[in-house]
């Protein structure tokens, strides 16, 4: 079975132009292939600058991150969805579906739209879409590149919970068949204890990992109790960094 | 609506003032189907018409361009938004005296001159253009990895579009305007040119029967080309009851 890539992640430092305190410091991440690794903290910690230069967006820091061996930029395009959904406008939701790849077909692109449940969406601008819609074009967007390392950031905020729950399990069956690795960040501990198999919880400044848990139970056999085990967990791990 | 509400208060306005030189909207009518069945209308219109063309497609190819590259090479907005600043608020009569002066009294001198009144326009509207686009969706360029040609495709060109098509809307009504103009102060045919002569007759019948003509030609332009292509242009926007 086809597995994602391996991720190692070694930052000597990260600072904002003008910014007096560096964001990161040596910090380092070795991330195995085909993991789902959550990366947990307070917000303005830097979860999403370190996807950023995961993905090859940042590349203003010192360091580096290596993608299944490959320099972030030169590494094949990762599938990304924004904090925002970040659709163009001037696209229909299955024309910005397609702008992710070259070579996604409309039905790749129909079949895709209709796995994140807005298969009659297609020919409406994203002004036509509520914030929810917009966000699971976003997603579709991020899965049709077909990507093997998955990179989403805060992907299940503003959707309402009855939707969370069916996107979690469209996400969950998607990783259990293709094994991409996937890194998220999120700063809902739910969304971690649901599709995660590994947390990272970041904090201080400059930022640094401060539990690395290990959530062993496969996304989609997680019931509820295991559920709730791990999401106490991790909100523990969360309240002990914060006293 | 508003057209025929203008007409018809014209109408009652010449049956109330009776004069010669405030002729009734069916008189005009009239010397304007003469004056194109009969008389030079079509030729000059034709003339008028060449002339506003060139120069806005050249126009627009030229300030799109330069306002592309003030807005994104810092140096040459530095150095040259004087100039821009200059060519702005320059008077249009007088780049056409000056052209006709240097160059003559020609086609070329005409034409040069309205382009030049309408580039800084151009040139002002797409650099604004250009300095509002998006950090965000140049990202989104990025993460995907879409190469330069899909990039000008599916972002660039996008977002520059209605800054483009704004400033096709206002320079073509300068255009409109200052074409006739200079056609007044130094042409050999055209709208402008058969005005002055018949503003030296004070044949207010004449004056308004071809201005109408022309008038009629920009509304078509506006109704039958320029919403339409807006509107096909730009169907991503909310529509604003």
């Not at chain 1, 430092?13 to 789902?36: H, M, N, T, Y």
Request: with cysteine.
């Amino acid at each position: 079975m086809a597995t994602g890539p391996e991720l190692k992640i070694d930052i000597a430092e990260k600072r904002f132009p003008g910014a007096p305190d560096a964001l990161f410091a040596g910090l380092r991440l070795d991330i195995a292939p085909s993991s789902v690794v959550a990366l947990v903290g307070p917000s303005g910690i830097g979860k999403s600058t370190l996807l950023r230069m995961i993905a090859g967006i940042d590349t203003d820091f010192s360091g580096s991150v290596e993608i299944g061996g490959q320099a972030a930029r030169a590494a094949p395009t990762p599938g990304f969805v924004f904090q925002d959904p970040r659709l163009l406008p001037w696209l229909t939701a299955i024309d910005n579906i397609r702008a992710a790849d070259p070579d996604c077909t409309h039905e790749q692109a129909m079949e895709v739209l209709g796995r994140v449940g807005l298969a009659g969406a297609g020919a409406l601008y994203p002004y036509q879409l509520s914030g929810g819609m917009q966000r699971r074009v976003a997603l579709a967007r991020a899965l049709v590149v077909n990507a093997r390392l998955l990179l989403l950031d805060e992907p299940f905020v503003s959707l309402d919970r009855t939707l969370v729950g069916e996107i979690h399990a469209l996400f969950a069956r998607l990783v259990a068949e293709s094994r991409p690795t996937v890194v998220f960040v999120s700063h809902l501990t739910e969304d971690a204890a649901a599709l995660a198999d590994r947390a990272v919880l970041l904090g201080h400044r400059p930022a640094c990992i401060v539990a690395d848990m290990s959530l062993p139970i496969a996304g989609a056999e997680r019931d509820q109790a295991t559920l709730e085990r791990y999401r106490a967990m991790l909100d523990g791990a969360l309240e002990s960094d914060g006293d | 609506m508003s057209l025929p509400l203008l007409l018809t208060i014209w109408q009652v306005l010449s049956m109330i003032i009776v004069n010669r030189l405030f002729p009734s909207p069916i008189m005009v009518a009239q010397v304007m189907w003469d004056a194109a069945t009969e008389g030079r209308l079509l030729g000059d219109l034709g003339k008028t018409l060449w002339r506003a063309a060139m120069s806005f497609v050249i126009a627009m190819a030229l300030g799109t361009a330069i306002g592309i590259a003030f807005g994104r090479v810092r140096w040459v907005d530095r150095l040259f938004s004087g100039w821009l600043l200059v060519g702005l608020n320059l008077p249009a009569i007088v780049i056409a005296i000056v052209l006709y002066i240097w160059l003559g009294l020609n086609e070329l001198s005409l034409i040069l001159a309205v382009i030049l009144n309408k580039v800084p326009l151009v040139i002002a509207t797409v650099r604004e253009g250009v300095r509002s686009f998006s950090d965000d969706l140049d990202e989104l360029g990025t993460v995907f990895r879409m190469s330069a040609l899909r990039r000008l495709r599916l972002i660039f060109i996008p977002q520059l579009t209605p800054f483009v098509l704004a400033a096709a809307r206002t320079g073509l009504s300068l255009i409109w305007k200052i074409v006739l103009v200079f056609e007044v102060l130094g042409s050999d045919g055209g709208i402008g040119y058969r005005i002055s002569i018949m503003f030296q007759f004070f044949n207010i019948s004449g004056i308004l029967a071809y201005t109408t003509a022309f008038i009629l030609v920009v509304l078509a332009f506006e109704y039958g080309i320029m919403r339409p292509l807006e509107r096909r242009i730009l169907r991503w926007r909310p529509v604003r009851n």
